[in-house]
């Protein structure tokens, strides 16, 4: 069987996607930095659920995180170490350097990548880093419930370890999920999402392509429509008009990801996910904030008067379609060209199904004329107005909720609708679960978790 690395597994889609992935059989590495963007015990509790534990038998360590040598972040300067972004969006670093080398103290040159890694991570980042995790950092952790499975805490920005981390372990696919995700964060937080989201990206790109991946699935988000108002969202529309920095650092990397795919067939597939709701949901999100505020008796925020729609996407029904994009996606069809074979590496056992190279029609954004790439709405393609929403968890819960009435936020978009012809098409599926059910099954889940 094939081995796959999905990055993101402390978080709530790698968390699923990767069950999945053992499920059917494959084996797993999953990859997070475990940030504390939200509560890290329910990033611990899905490790927890997968059979990660702290006392887990460690595999190996990467080089320069042995036992013993291994503190890569706990020797800085003061003057960095509580350096973080705040709400009114300062996100200065506070030594007030420059300088690379002044941000690192002295008799740390010894220890393989801490400058590099130091001076590449935003302050918020880097404190998380140095925070008491019960992970050691670059060591991998074998799962007690499935030997096919194993963990390890490593950040994105890390090029040396992730380069390590590939070289000796062959992934043939990788399933990039991590990254920092909100909407609303992004506007007060940018350098995080430059860091993660952008040089996170290049990093996991730069270790495929020299690793010989076969697939490269990232995640993207339906952000990247921004302003259009055409319904229902196509991946055959331009997305030219993001308007939060977070979908620009999505949009961004769909167009990396075509460069790549262009200059070292490496096939890559970006996922725009919709409003993914379901069990161990993510804290920052409508779905757990209203639940939480309802059981606790406590209003909850209702942006635009309640006039938002959004095509909220069960959870189960984004794993299928990531299992299934991994194996059947578009981007696995294209042909190499002898002269492209030369220029990187490619898999000459590739079947070809289409050739839009030689095609004269300007080729649909979603694809491409010249490289084995492809994006995909994942989607319910059945829009929800947030009353609606908010009335299924009312009847789930048996109680009213009380609501704040709010103007529409910054950089949030009042409605969205995936079109999914092409996912329908190319991998004979489509996401179905109707909302009702979906919220019971979250709602169940968080009164179980979380004893309510
Ligand atoms: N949940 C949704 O509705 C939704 C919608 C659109 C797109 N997405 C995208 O899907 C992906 C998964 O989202 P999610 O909802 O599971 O979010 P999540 O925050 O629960 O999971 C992301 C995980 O990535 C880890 N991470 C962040 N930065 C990292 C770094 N620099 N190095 C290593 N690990 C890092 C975090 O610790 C976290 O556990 C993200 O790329 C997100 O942007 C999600």
Known sequence: MEKILITGTAGFIGYHTALKFLAEGYEVVGLDNINNYYDVGLKYGRLEASGIHKDSLEDYCLKGYEEGKQKPFDSLPAGRQGAQGDASGNNKLNDGSDNPESCLPAGTAGIR??????????????????????????????????????????????????KELFEKEKFD?????????GVRYSITNPFTY????????????????????????????????????????????????????????KKANELMSHTYSHLYDLPTTGLRF????????????????????????KAID???????????TYMDDIVEGVYKVTFESKALDIQMTDDRLQIGWSDPNRQSTIDNRKSKIKPDPSTSATA??????????SPVKLLDFIKAIEDKLGKKAKMNMMDMQPGDVPKTWADTTDLEADVGYKPDTSIEEGVGRFIEWYRDYYNK
């Open 173 to 181: 696919r990788v399933v990039h999920l991590a990254a920092q995700a």
């Open 372 to 381: 084995p790439f492809k994006v995909y709405n994942i989607g319910n393609s």
């Open 194 to 249: 430059m860091d993660c989201n952008i040089n996170g990206h290049l990093n996991i790109m730069e270790a495929c392509r020299h690793n010989k991946v076969k697939h490269l699935v990232y995640a993207s988000s339906s952000s990247v429509y921004g302003s259009n108002t055409k319904m229902p969202l196509s991946t055959s529309d331009n997305v030219d008009h993001p308007i939060s920095l977070y979908a620009a650092t």
């Open 302 to 312: 209702v942006y635009n008067h309640g006039e938002m729609w959004r095509d909220f």
């Open 113 to 162: 990548n801490l400058k590099s890694v130091i001076c590449n991570l935003h302050p918020a980042t880097l404190k998380t880093l140095q925070e008491h995790s019960p992970f050691k950092y670059g060591t991998l952790y074998q799962s007690a419930t499935n030997p096919r499975y194993r963990f390890i805490r490593l950040a994105l920005e890390d090029y040396d370890c992730l």
């Open 274 to 297: 919709f409003t993914v709701y379901g069990p161990y949901g993510r804290p920052d999100m409508a779905l757990f904030l209203f639940t939480k505020a309802m059981l606790e008796d």
